[in-house]
């Protein structure tokens, strides 16, 4: 998944990229609001992490920018604003969730996927997909009984298109996902994983929408 | 002040009111004097020619010693009729027989029981002596006081209302600008208004609403102060651990294990220094609330952050009677810290095996109950005192709950703390009341 990190903070901002890209996510780190407004501009993303003090400016205006246009990609706010009021404005201006900071790696994670899976429909922790069941806190895939192993870009796709069970993702957004391993993108790539997707989680599983993108089922 | 105010203007009044009435009995006294007199003397200088008149008719006759035309009441005025040598000849009916102790010479003579007006024939044959009783007079007086002192008696009462009534109408204005300052507070800095008030108290509320404004600012200054305060100390820990954390991540052997160790010291460091954000935002007085906030919506968010945060959420249990509301003037900040203290305790300090209780009750009461062992007096004492930790084993800084009862104290908050719980023989409990105005 491809996902936005704007953090003006360089120590904390590395650490936090290094982390969400250690899970396989692409992340584009931002110092500053303008950044962060041309990137969204340019890319969609399918998290947002946002600071809220920033240099040039409060990161509350840029979440309700988005959710003014119409933009509904998730956002977590990472500040060291820990005062309930402040945290009661992030979340009616529209943010899915607020970590105060100093906060655990291991905590963002948790929040983030929790996020995806509140925003994708899916509540619980395990989703199952008829014979599928894939538990993504520790990201293990069981195709009935056995288990089945993912490379790094196979579960990038399989995750971004857990993010919305049964909403069609375009290729596009399949793509940015597979920027985080850092090597081209070529014009078949997106095909070549999800065909190696379907080749060990079975045809059905992976639906294509022709000329659109792809689908994977709703959760049972 | 009323009341000084009310004591000595009707002590005035009435002063004033008792002293008139003694002047006017005193002048009384001198008018009422000069009148009996005058009617004495007239009364005297009246009967002189009528007796000689009649002495001359009678003369050589018997002539009774006593008047007998005028027996019939009892006589105002009395007198004698006596010669040059001072023999009685006549008297008025109600006049002693024996001759008066009066010199017989013109002119006013007072004794114990008359005022006498002497007045002579031409020649000084026959004197008139005519007697006035001073027990009249003093009647006359006495009832004439009586009449002054009587009005005025009702007069006071009536007049003490007045003035109550007066005063209190009159100061009323300066009653309400003064509920109007002494509501004000940390979180109510809103300007008095003085558009009501009369010109003598404008310049009071002006300069109370100066000083408001200053303190405001002053207030503004030390809450952007902490909340500055709270970003750049926070910001670096976050940045340290992160990558305190990344490193561990990578790390394998001992440099992992002291990476570790740094891990554990930053995680202390950034929970000593939430506490110590806290107690500054505490002794910042934010408690104070400027506008009515829902609290029940404060304490669910505060329960969801700890269930999400522990590593056993089915211990925190919240319950919510039905209708059980917390709405009012409130600051929402201050209650977040307060229940993150209260519950952060109950965790930390309660049983493992035993769930800690939070209720919200209609009344606007918040109870937290952990299980725990009964602590005795003494031990409740430290633990209300900063950084008194009781007896307990489980780390802790000590000011958690000498924070909330601070925070509790500005919002006006009642502030228990029980052990035993109500109802059970053992186990810790915390009582909140906002009161019935919240529910």
Redo the contacts between chains.
């Keep these: 998944m491809r996902i936005l990190l704007v953090e003006d ?4 901002g ?3 990229r ?2 969400v890209a ?1 899970q396989d996510h692409a992340v584009d780190w931002m110092t500053t609001l303008e950044d962060a407004r041309a990137s969204l501009r340019a890319v969609s993303y399918g998290l947002i992490l946002l600071d809220l ?1 920033l240099p040039d400016g409060i990161g509350i205006a840029l979440l309700k920018e988005l959710r003014a246009s119409g933009n509904a990609t998730p956002v977590i706010i990472l500040t ?6 402040d ?2 404005e992030g979340l009616n201006s529209g943010a899915d969730d607020y970590l ?8 963002l994670s948790a929040r983030m996927l929790a996020v995806l899976r509140r925003t994708g429909g899916n509540v619980s922790p395990v989703i199952r997909l008829a014979d599928l069941k894939i538990s993504q806190a520790d990201r293990r895939v069981f195709l009935g009984e056995e288990e089945v192993s993912l490379s790094g870009r196979e579960w990038a796709v399989l995750d971004t298109l857990l993010a919305r069970p049964g909403a069609i993702i375009s290729k596009a957004q399949i793509e940015e996902a597979l920027y985080a391993f850092g090597s081209e993108i070529e014009s078949n790539t997106v095909e070549v994983y999800v065909s190696r997707l379907r080749k060990k989680l079975g045809r059905d599983h992976v639906a294509t929408v022709r000329g659109v993108g792809y689908k994977i089922g709703a959760p049972a | 002040m009323t009341r000084r105010l009310i004591l000595w203007l009707t002590g005035a009044a009435t002063a004033f009111w008792l002293i008139a009435a003694g002047l006017g009995v005193s002048v009384m006294h001198d008018e009422f004097g000069e009148i009996f007199d005058g009617s004495l003397q007239e009364t005297a200088e009246r009967l002189v020619p009528l007796i000689v008149d009649e002495m001359d008719r009678r003369q050589g006759e018997a002539y009774p010693r006593r008047d007998q035309t005028d027996d019939a009441g009892e006589e105002y005025l009395v007198y004698q009729v006596r010669n040059a040598g001072g023999e009685l000849l006549f008297r008025s009916h109600d006049a002693p027989e024996a001759p008066f102790d009066v010199p017989l010479k013109r002119g006013f003579f007072t004794d114990d029981t008359y005022r006498f007006f002497t007045a002579s024939s031409p020649g000084d044959k026959i004197f008139v002596q005519v007697a006035d009783a001073l027990e009249n007079r003093s009647e006359a007086l006495n009832e004439g006081s009586l009449a002054l002192f009587l009005p005025v008696l009702v007069l006071i009462p009536v007049s003490v209302l007045l003035i109550r009534q007066i005063v209190r109408r009159t100061l009323a204005p300066v009653d309400d600008l003064r509920e109007a300052i002494e509501e004000k507070d940390g979180g109510n800095m809103a300007p008095v208004a003085s558009d009501m008030l009369p010109r003598e108290l404008r310049p009071i509320a002006r300069s109370v609403n100066h000083l408001l404004v200053r303190l405001q600012s002053a207030f503004d200054a030390e809450r952007e102060f902490t909340a500055n305060s709270a970003h750049e100390l926070r910001t670096p820990i976050a940045g340290a651990l992160a990558q305190t954390q990344m490193l561990i991540a990578e790390l394998d052997g001992p440099g992992r294990r002291r990476a570790q160790q740094i891990e554990a010291s930053l995680i202390n460091l950034r929970h000593t220094t939430e506490k110590l954000l806290q107690l500054a935002r505490a002794e910042a007085g934010i408690g104070g609330g400027a506008e009515s906030v829902d609290l029940a919506r404060v304490l669910e968010l505060v329960v969801t952050d700890f269930k999400r945060s522990t590593p056993q959420p089915d211990r925190l249990q919240l319950h919510r009677e039905d209708g059980a509301a917390l709405v009012g003037t409130y600051s929402e900040d201050a209650f977040a810290i307060v229940l993150r203290n209260l519950i952060e305790n109950a965790l930390l300090h309660g049983r493992r095996d035993e769930p800690v209780n939070i209720r919200l009750e209609q009344g606007g009461v918040v109870r937290i109950v952990n299980g725990a062992v009964p602590l005795s007096a003494d031990e409740m004492a430290v633990i209300r005192r900063r950084f008194g930790r009781g007896s307990t084993v489980a780390s802790g800084s000590g000011l958690g709950l000498s924070i909330a009862e601070r925070l509790l104290q500005q919002m006006n908050v009642g502030f228990e703390v029980l052990s035993p719980a109500t109802g059970r023989a053992d186990g810790f409990e915390v009582v909140l009341r906002f009161g019935a105005a919240a529910s």
């Design positions: 903070n360089e120590i904390l590395e650490a936090v290094d982390h250690a003090r060291a604003h820990d005062q309930i009021s945290r009661i105060v900071k100093p906060f655990d790696l291991g905590e």
